[in-house]
T-cell receptor, first 113, second 114 residues
Framework: GENVEQHPSTLSVQEGDSAVIKCTYS??????FPWYKQELGKGPQLIID?????GEKKDQRIAVTLNKTAKHFSLHITETQPEDSAVYFC????????????FGQGTELSVKP | NAGVTQTPKFRVLKTGQSMTLLCAQD?????MYWYRQDPGMGLRLIHY???????AKGEVPDGYNVSRLKKQNFLLGLESAAPSQTSVYFC?????????????FGPGTRLTVL
């Protein structure tokens, strides 16, 4: 089955710097790759996603890139702000009834003022 | 809309006790999921449902049972709780089809098994 590896597990940046989180997946048939942000004491919330027929997607300060050949996708956050501090999860969705997601282990991002 | 709600928010059980976690959604979603979240392991799928009356196993189903008697509710049961089931449990739901893939998560239930 699908396996998703996420790195780094913790990331500390200064306010205004960029942050990059990387994920690899094992099932070449996976076709949907979302990123979720989880603030302390809350459930995860979708921040951006990408489908397998697209190489890059941007939404203001966040962007996601996908390399299908390498089975690798990344989250890029530019001009980081203290409110970006949270745990970020990547996920991959292998083809299946039910839209199952296989999550990475999570990255705790800390943005220091 | 309340979105996805979970009951209870916190619970402490003794080994061998049973309990049921309730998930409710008011978005008319067909698909519903139960995950557990443990430090360093991300979110792991326990069971899921693709519609009223259906359930299926996820990555870590052992020790749990589920039921989806009504479309808006998804129940997670622990028949005989074990310390290894100490975790934070999240429920999620989403629409069917490929146009709307977002899973909406509830606020979680923190369960401790002593």
């Amino acid at each position: 089955g699908e396996n998703v590896e996420q790195h780094p597990s913790t990331l500390s940046v200064q306010e205004g710097d960029s942050a990059v989180i990387k994920c690899t997946y094992s099932d070449s048939a996976s076709n949907y790759f979302p990123w979720y942000k989880q603030e302390l004491g809350k459930g995860p919330q979708l921040i951006i996603d990408i489908r397998s027929n697209v190489g890059e997607k941007k939404d203001q300060r966040i962007a996601v890139t996908l390399n299908k050949t390498a089975k690798h996708f990344s989250l890029h956050i530019t001009e980081t702000q203290p409110e970006d501090s949270a745990v970020y999860f990547c996920a991959a969705s292998p083809p299946s009834l039910g839209g199952k997601l296989i999550f990475g282990q999570g990255t705790e991002l800390s943005v220091k003022p | 809309n309340a979105g996805v709600t979970q009951t209870p928010k916190f619970r402490v059980l003794k080994t061998g006790q049973s309990m049921t976690l309730l998930c409710a959604q008011d978005m008319n979603h067909e698909y519903m999921y139960w995950y557990r979240q443990d430090p360093g392991m991300g979110l792991r799928l326990i069971h899921y449902s693709v519609g009223e009356g259906t359930t299926a196993k996820g990555e870590v189903p052992d020790g749990y049972n589920v039921s989806r008697l009504k479309k808006q509710n998804f129940l997670l049961g622990l028949e005989s709780a074990a310390p290894s089931q100490t975790s934070v449990y999240f429920c999620a739901s989403r629409h069917t089809g490929d146009l709307y893939n977002e899973q909406f998560f509830g606020p979680g239930t923190r369960l401790t098994v002593l």
